[in-house]
């Protein structure tokens, strides 16, 4: 399997994402990105090589895209594009959709940092409008995601570990679940 995270640089959450999804099926880890931190986390060198496309890996694109990153997108089952809750954010969201679609047929969006009773109705349907891709998971913004990178574990390690962390990270939880479950349904077209 391959995933693509990919969006531009500034914190939407697309390390967050390609770590938690990463471990959940227990990928390798590829960044471009030389601020890059998935090395850190998981102990491996993470340096992306255009040469060698490997299977089994997740691909953390941070912002610069090149000529040669079609090459992994066109291999990606999947390629996931995490935005904020913000129009001011969407205009390079969907010039990364409308890229990325050229090469992969399946893309999910990610509303990332959602905050109880935002509403991204417009959000969703402006994205949808300019890009013609209809899936996407809403991702609550959630401590635990800092407190599963700051333990280098993943969210569903992490709330595996005691039973209060079950209740903790039940809602952040069941978001990256739901992400599983759309990665899911990409697999089976
Ligand atoms: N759902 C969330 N809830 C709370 N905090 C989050 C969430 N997603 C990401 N964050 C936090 O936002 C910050 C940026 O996230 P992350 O590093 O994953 O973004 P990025 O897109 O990889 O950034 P960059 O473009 O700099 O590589 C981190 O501190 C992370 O813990
Ligand atoms: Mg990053």
Redesign the pocket.
């Known amino acids: 399997m391959i995933i693509s995270v990919m969006n531009y640089?500034?914190?939407?959450?697309?390390?967050?994402i390609s770590w938690n999804l990463g471990c959940f099926y227990n990928l390798s880890f590829r960044e471009n990105?030389p601020y890059?931190s998935l090395d850190l986390l998981s102990g491996t060198n993470t340096t992306l090589n255009y040469s060698n496309i490997e299977n089994n890996c997740i691909y953390d694109f941070?912002?610069f895209t090149d000529e040669l990153t079609y090459k992994v997108l066109e291999k990606s089952d999947v390629v996931i594009v995490?935005t904020l809750n913000s129009l001011l954010d969407v205009k390079n969201t969907i010039n990364t959709i409308n890229y990325a679609k050229k090469y992969c047929k399946n893309i999910i969006f990610v509303i990332?940092?959602y905050k109880n009773g935002s509403d991204i109705t417009e959000l969703v349907d402006f994205i949808k409008k300019h890009t013609g891709i209809n899936q996407y998971v809403v991702?609550?913004?959630?401590k635990g995601?800092?407190n599963a990178?700051n333990s280098k574990k993943s969210i569903f390690a992490l709330s595996e570990e005691k039973n209060l962390n079950k209740h903790t990270y039940k809602s952040i939880l069941e978001c990256f679940n739901k992400l599983i479950r759309k990665v899911e349904e990409c697999l089976k077209n």
């Open positions: 640089k500034g914190g939407v959450g697309k390390t967050s990105d890059g941070a912002g995490p990332n940092r991702i609550n913004d959630s995601v800092l990178i």
